[in-house]
């Protein structure tokens, strides 16, 4: 199996996959808020455990996330290297870093298991801006193809003799070395805009049409809930 993408839907009929999206986004809301804002570290670690078991209930397997697992190890690592040069305390670090992996995993869980329908609708459910909602989900649906855009217009520009830096020590030179391959980017997305735009028009699409749908509230959703409930019981008592 291929590595899933970034914000790619994965298709499994797991019980991650079968919340209502509504209790998804009222779980990621609550949990990264207890996340940021506790400081015990038996605590963080009592979320982080409950993270990797949702993530082991979505069925996904480990293969299919090597692109995901490749970034935040990448991202942990240069966070640790920080954390040393700044000579910061150990246990801060510690807490910090557990931090950040909880949020991340939590938001690949969220992608990865909620369709941008469900998503739209959700958003349209508790009463989000239906221009806001659409908006935000469509450019969680292209963010893929823009990242691959990227790819293939730095590959052109390679092919052109063009070298691209990136250089922390010159940033400057770094900036005008990428000019050639982000003018080209803006026009593709612009142009894709335009005909996404165009194409909802002759359809007489909108959003409001979402309204209608009804989201399934089941037993899983409860237990979710069930669960949330008993995080926030045990984050005042280990908080407070």
């Known amino acids: 199996m291929s590595s899933l993408k970034i914000y790619e839907y994965y298709n499994s009929n797991s019980v991650i996959h079968r ?39 979505t ?77 935000l989900t469509i450019a969680l649906r292209f963010l893929p193809t823009i990242i691959k855009e990227a790819k293939e217009v730095m590959d052109a520009q390679r092919t052109r003799a063009h070298k691209l830096v990136f250089n922390v020590l010159k940033p400057v030179t770094s900036v005008r070395s990428y000019i050639p391959v982000v003018i080209p980017l803006f026009i593709i997305i612009f142009n894709r805009s335009f005909e996404l735009s165009l194409s909802a028009e002759t359809r007489g699409f909108t959003p409001k049409i979402y309204e209608k749908q009804k989201l399934k509230f089941s037993f899983v959703d409860i237990y979710v809930l069930l669960i949330l409930s008993c995080l926030l019981f045990l984050f005042f008592r280990f908080n407070f």
């Open 59 to 135: 069925k996904i397997p480990l293969r299919a996330l090597k692109q995901y697992i490749a970034y935040l190890f990448f991202f942990l690592i240069l966070s640790f290297i920080l954390i040393v040069i700044t000579r910061e305390n150990f246990i801060i670090g510690v807490l910090f870093l557990l931090k950040i992996s909880i949020l991340i995993i939590s938001a690949i869980q969220f992608t990865l298991t909620t369709t941008q329908k469900e998503l739209l609708v959700s958003l349209i459910k508790i009463r989000v801006s239906h221009s806001f909602a659409f908006a």
């Open 19 to 57: 919340i209502n999206p509504v209790v998804k986004i009222i779980w990621l809301a609550v949990f990264s808020v207890l996340v940021l804002i506790s400081d015990n570290l038996y605590y963080i670690f009592t979320l982080l455990i409950v993270t990797l078991v949702a993530q082991a209930l």
